[in-house]
């Protein structure tokens, strides 16, 4: 079992001893509080470090490209033609394939889940080749089957789903804004180009975050969804993928690693910290006070943010595959992991 820390993943600054009382300081989440214990012989600090390994595997007929969650279900984007394959990971430790939808000679490149349904980016291939946001109902995850498409220019790296809206960044094409709410009749409602090549996004409030692969980190405001509009770019190398979380994003910065961006202000994003990973930085997520990174070949870099200016380097768990694609889910995380197809990593090994 899990000690926790008595201060919840905070950094203890400082600790003094006067009259009788201990009295600390503790820094968590950009902020620094002071607390006074009376009456205490001692404290006792745990460390709360996760400690992840591999604990399942699972191959995929094509390349695991993109991973997402639900519930008891991995839905994977694994190429051509592949298309949709859908785990069961109720047993983490070993996932199995239970459905699987063709995107015959289109490739699968991005997935989002939401309820009773996946939404499938799938590419053609050349750059007149129609590419796609396909509807598949997954209520039945054993069957599942598509029940709306509409077409997308560009092709599709990421997508994410809030509210009737499916937000899909597209190579050299920008942000798309496809309505849902209809799912056998999707839609285009808006769109905004970009100069760069979007590769992933996330959502917060009424903003869209694009790693703009080439074009910086993309601030795009979406308050109206028929009308979206860049309001700040933020220069960077050459970003993969982003995950937003309170003030902060988090961004999967290729060569350059993890770099962390104050959006407190989204229409003035700057840079507070930087870490450097092994390899190629893909993709990112969150736990606690760690950020996890779809590291390439060098697996998963896992990163402590406590303090998000000074971010550091705990560890690399390596991965017999490529990993591209990375998400959190009851303290597991599951990693799309190229031709190794889907791993499955516990957070909390030594626990077990």
């Not at 349904?117 to 050349?126: D, E, I, K, R, S």
């Not at 994003?249 to 994003?269: C, E």
Request: glycine content about 10%.
């Amino acid at each position: 079992m899990r000690r926790l820390m008595i201060v919840a993943l905070g950094l203890v600054l400082s600790v003094t001893v006067s009259q009788g009382e201990w009295r600390m300081r503790v820094h968590h989440q950009g902020e620094t509080t002071k607390f006074t214990i009376a009456g205490v012989d001692s404290l006792t600090f745990y460390d709360e470090t996760p400690s992840p390994c591999i604990v399942g595997t699972a191959d995929t007929p094509c390349s695991a490209f993109r991973v997402a969650v639900e519930g008891n279900y991995a839905y994977i984007a694994d190429g051509t033609p592949c298309g949709l394959q859908v785990f069961n990971v109720s047993t983490p430790e070993s996932p199995q394939i239970v459905g699987s939808l063709s995107t015959d000679d289109l490739t699968a490149n991005a997935v989002a889940v939401a309820g009773s349904y996946a939404y499938l980016g799938a590419c053609g291939h050349g750059s007149s080749a129609p590419s796609y946001l396909q509807v598949v109902d997954v209520s039945d995850p054993t069957s599942p089957h598509m029940v709306g498409s509409t077409s997308i220019p560009g092709s599709p790296w990421g997508a994410v789903v809030q509210g009737q809206y499916v937000y899909i960044a597209t190579y050299h094409q920008g942000l798309y804004i496809v309505d849902v709410l209809e799912p056998e009749s999707p839609f285009v409602h808006g769109h905004v180009n970009t100069s760069g090549e979007p590769r992933g996004l996330d959502m917060a409030d009424d903003y869209a975050y694009i790693a703009d692969f080439y074009g910086g980190l993309r601030v795009i405001d979406v308050t109206d969804p028929s009308n979206p509009t860049i309001v700040a770019t933020l220069p960077m190398n050459n970003p993969l993928g982003v995950t937003v979380d309170g003030p902060y994003a988090y961004v999967a910065d290729q060569y350059a690693g993890l770099a962390i961006v104050d959006v407190s202000t989204p229409t003035s994003p700057h840079i507070v910290g930087r870490m450097d990973t092994p390899d190629q930085a893909w993709e990112v997520a969150l736990y606690g006070a760690y950020a996890f990174v779809a590291d390439g070949y060098s697996g998963v870099s896992m990163i402590n943010v406590s303090d998000p200016n000074n971010p550091w380097l705990v560890g690399v768990i390596d991965t017999p595959g490529r990993a591209y694609s990375i998400v959190e889910s009851n303290e597991h995380l599951f990693i799309a992991d190229g031709a190794a197809g889907l791993q499955v990593l516990s957070l909390w090994c030594d626990d077990e």
